[in-house]
C-alpha cells in the first residue's frame, strides 16, 4: 500500500512543471508588454510572447539543476568523447525507426513528390544542412529539459515508468500550446500572455488532434525508455531526436500529403508524418525491446 505522504510527493512532482511554465508565461507576459509599450504596433505581442516563453524554459535548466542538486551527469550527459559517440549511434536509431515510415508513405500513395521544387544538387544539399542543423538545435534544447531534467527529478519521487510516461505526456502536450489570436493593442496588458496561454491550451484538447498527440506521446514514451534503461544516454535521446525531426522536415519539403489517398487515416494534418502509423509502429518497438529484456533476464538469449 502507498503511503499519503509518497503520494502526495509524487502528484507535487507530477504537477511541478505546471508550476515553472507558469512562471515562465508570468515573466514572458510582462517582457512582452514592455516590449510592445517600447516599439509599439511594428512587433507582435503574440510573437514576442512566445519567443519570451521559450526562452525562460530554457534558462529554466540551471536554476532547476540547482534547486534540485543535479549535475550534467544526472541529466543523462556522458562526457564529450561518449556524447558525441552517442549522438552519432542515436541519428542511426532515429533513421532506422523513421525511414521505413516514411518508405511507407510513399509506397501507401499519401506522400508525393512534390514537383514544383527546384530538384538540384545544390538545393538538396542546402537544405539537407540547414534541415540537419535545425533539427539538431531543436534537440540539443528539448532533450536537456524533457529526458534530462524533467525525467530525472520526477524519477526522485516515482517509480520510472510514471516518470516516463508523465514526462512523454509533457512533451506532447507542449507541441500542441500554440495560440494564433492576435490581441488589439489596446487590449494588452502585463498579464495578456495569459490570455493566449487559455487558446493555446484548448488545441491541448481539442479531439482533432488527438492522434498526433497519441503518437507524440508514444515518441516521448520510446524516448524515455532509452534515457532510463541506459546510463548517461541524453546523447542517444538527442541523435535520435535529431534524425526524427531532419526526416520530417526534409519529408514535408519533398512531399505532399494526397488528400485522395485511401491510407490518408495513417496520419494526421499536424505534420503529415506524425499520426497512428508512427503510434502503432513504435509500441511495436518498445514491446520488441521489453520482450527480448525479458528473455535476457530470464538467460534465453
Not at 503510434?279 to 533476464?297: D, N, P, Q
Amino acid at each position: 500500500m502507498i503511503k499519503k505522504s509518497s503520494f502526495l510527493r509524487c502528484v507535487l512532482a507530477a504537477l511541478s512543471p505546471v508550476a515553472v511554465f507558469m512562471i515562465s508565461i508570468f515573466c514572458a507576459s510582462i517582457l512582452a508588454y514592455a516590449a510592445v509599450s517600447v516599439l509599439g504596433d511594428d512587433v507582435s505581442f503574440r510573437t514576442i510572447f512566445k519567443r519570451f516563453t521559450q526562452f525562460f524554459l530554457v534558462v529554466s535548466l540551471l536554476p532547476l539543476m540547482t534547486l534540485l542538486k543535479l549535475n550534467w551527469g544526472d541529466l543523462g550527459f556522458a562526457t564529450r568523447h561518449q556524447f558525441i559517440n552517442q549522438l552519432k549511434h542515436g541519428a542511426g536509431l532515429g533513421f532506422v525507426t523513421l525511414f521505413p515510415v516514411l518508405c511507407a508513405l510513399v509506397l501507401l500513395g499519401i506522400h508525393v513528390v512534390d514537383d514544383s521544387k527546384p530538384w538540384t544538387a545544390i538545393w538538396l544539399g542546402k537544405k539537407l544542412l540547414l534541415e540537419f542543423f535545425l533539427a539538431l538545435l531543436i534537440s540539443l534544447v528539448e532533450e536537456p529539459l524533457f529526458r534530462g531534467i524533467l525525467l530525472t527529478g520526477l524519477q526522485r519521487t516515482m517509480p520510472a515508468t510514471g516518470a516516463v510516461i508523465i514526462g512523454a505526456f509533457y512533451y506532447a502536450a507542449l507541441h500542441f500550446m500554440n495560440s494564433n489570436i492576435e490581441l488589439p493593442a489596446d487590449r494588452i496588458n502585463a498579464l495578456s500572455g495569459f490570455v493566449l496561454f487559455q487558446d493555446a491550451l484548448m488545441h491541448v484538447f481539442n479531439r482533432n488532434y488527438l492522434t498526433p498527440f497519441i503518437a507524440l506521446w508514444t515518441v516521448g514514451m520510446f524516448l524515455g525508455l532509452i534515457r532510463t534503461r541506459l546510463n548517461l544516454s541524453l546523447g542517444l535521446c538527442i541523435g535520435c531526436h535529431a534524425s526524427w525531426v531532419w526526416q520530417i522536415k526534409l519529408s514535408k519539403l519533398m512531399f505532399d500529403t494526397n488528400p485522395q489517398s485511401d491510407y490518408l487515416y495513417f496520419v494526421s494534418g499536424y505534420d503529415g508524418v506524425i499520426g497512428p502509423l508512427v503510434t502503432v509502429w513504435l509500441m511495436i518497438a518498445m514491446m520488441g525491446y521489453f520482450g527480448f529484456y525479458r528473455k535476457i533476464r530470464r538467460g534465453e538469449v
